[in-house]
């Protein structure tokens, strides 16, 4: 859904968690560092809210 191949999909799941900015428990993703994870994404136009899937 993305548009990324699963193998950057894993590499950009392991960085966020090794900055402790999410965690992967069993299979779910848990947001740790919410308002960083939206300073990421800040460069690009597309607003960020609760709905919106990253």
Do not use: C, H
Not at 17 to 36: H, Q, T
Not at 45 to 50: R, T
């Amino acid at each position: 859904m993305a548009g990324v191949s699963s193998k950057t999909a894993i590499r950009t799941l392991g960085e966020l968690e090794s900055r402790g900015i999410i965690a992967l428990e069993n299979r779910k993703i848990r947001i740790l560092k919410e308002d960083y994870l939206k300073r990421l994404v800040e460069p690009f136009s597309l607003p960020v809210d609760s709905s919106t899937i990253i």
